[in-house]
């Protein structure tokens, strides 16, 4: 189940980073950069992952027209992360350039990221996208950009783990979901609305569980890694 896990190190700047990987390296391999690490540490950060043998998600949501979502997701390519995403709301044009890039890459070198489209963040709820002026259902705008990634052709979306069941309907069951929002029963939600535990997430097909603050905020991190592979792996 450490596979599934992945770790966010949603934290300002790299030595920290490099304590919490140092504590959790032998339980957890796959880790998400997000974009505080990532814009004061940039690539060199990146590549002291990778040459600890660890996975990469680069969690930057490149959001913009097609030609620069594209050539920014060329650069990255070359950090040899392992998955990356672009918010599934740039539209199915930056999405097509987004699978171009990827398709591209295979041919010349064999080997790509995952690259997975955001839809809703776990932050907002029905409340949050009324406010914005949109008039349908939450669920409804999830499924909608959902398709439009994979009609791009791109592997998968950013989700709530509560989205999955109807993602995988429309989608197909090899359509790649990664969950935020994971919380055991006890821990603190912070800014986070759509929550779920991590063993309902994986019930309900969720591929990947990202987990932050409930195990890089622990006073025992690799305990607080343990305890979520525990319940992770109970049938």
Same mark, same amino acid.
């Given at each position: 189940?450490?596979?599934?896990? !992945?770790?966010?190190?949603?934290?300002?700047?790299?030595?920290?980073?490099?304590?919490?990987?140092?504590?959790?390296?032998?339980?957890?391999?796959?880790?998400?950069?997000?974009?505080?690490?990532?814009?004061?540490?940039?690539?060199? &950060?990146?590549?002291k992952l990778k040459n600890l043998g660890l996975k990469v998600f680069l969690?930057?949501?490149?959001?913009? #027209?097609?030609?620069?979502?594209?050539?920014?997701?060329?650069?990255?390519?070359?950090?040899?992360?392992?998955?990356?995403?672009?918010?599934?709301?740039?539209?199915?044009?930056?999405?097509?350039?987004?699978?171009?890039?990827?398709?591209?890459?295979?041919?010349?070198?064999?080997?790509?990221?995952?690259?997975?489209?955001?839809?809703?963040?776990?932050?907002?709820?029905?409340?949050?996208?009324?406010?914005?002026?949109?008039?349908?259902?939450?669920?409804?705008?999830?499924?909608?950009?959902?398709?439009?990634?994979?009609d791009a052709g791109l592997d998968g979306v950013v989700a709530s783990a509560?989205?999955?069941?109807?993602?995988?309907?429309?989608?197909?069951?090899? &359509? !790649?979901?990664?969950?935020?929002? #994971?919380?055991?029963?006890?821990?603190?939600?912070?800014?986070?609305?759509?929550? #779920?535990?991590?063993?309902?997430?994986?019930?309900?097909?969720?591929?990947?569980?990202?987990?932050?603050?409930?195990?890089?905020?622990?006073?025992?991190?690799?305990?607080?890694?343990?305890?979520?592979?525990?319940?992770?792996?109970?049938?």
């Amino acid at each position: 189940m450490n596979e599934k896990l !992945i770790v966010a190190l949603d934290v300002p700047e790299s030595s920290l980073a490099l304590n919490i990987v140092e504590e959790l390296k032998e339980v957890v391999t796959f880790f998400k950069v997000g974009m505080e690490l990532f814009y004061r540490e940039g690539p060199s &950060f990146i590549y002291k992952l990778k040459n600890l043998g660890l996975k990469v998600f680069l969690d930057l949501k490149l959001h913009d #027209i097609p030609n620069t979502v594209a050539r920014a997701l060329k650069n990255l390519f070359n950090l040899e992360i392992d998955m990356v995403n672009v918010h599934a709301l740039g539209g199915q044009e930056m999405l097509k350039a987004s699978y171009e890039v990827k398709n591209e890459a295979l041919k010349v070198s064999g080997k790509a990221p995952l690259i997975l489209g955001v839809t809703v963040l776990t932050s907002m709820n029905q409340e949050s996208l009324e406010k914005l002026g949109f008039k349908f259902e939450l669920n409804h705008l999830v499924s909608l950009l959902a398709k439009e990634t994979y009609d791009a052709g791109l592997d998968g979306v950013v989700a709530s783990a509560l989205e999955v069941p109807l993602i995988k309907k429309v989608c197909g069951p090899d &359509f !790649i979901t990664v969950t935020p929002g #994971i919380r055991r029963a006890f821990d603190e939600n912070y800014d986070q609305k759509r929550v #779920i535990t991590p063993k309902k997430a994986l019930k309900l097909g969720a591929d990947y569980l990202v987990v932050g603050r409930p195990i890089t905020g622990a006073l025992n991190r690799r305990e607080a890694a343990q305890k979520f592979l525990e319940e992770m792996g109970v049938d």
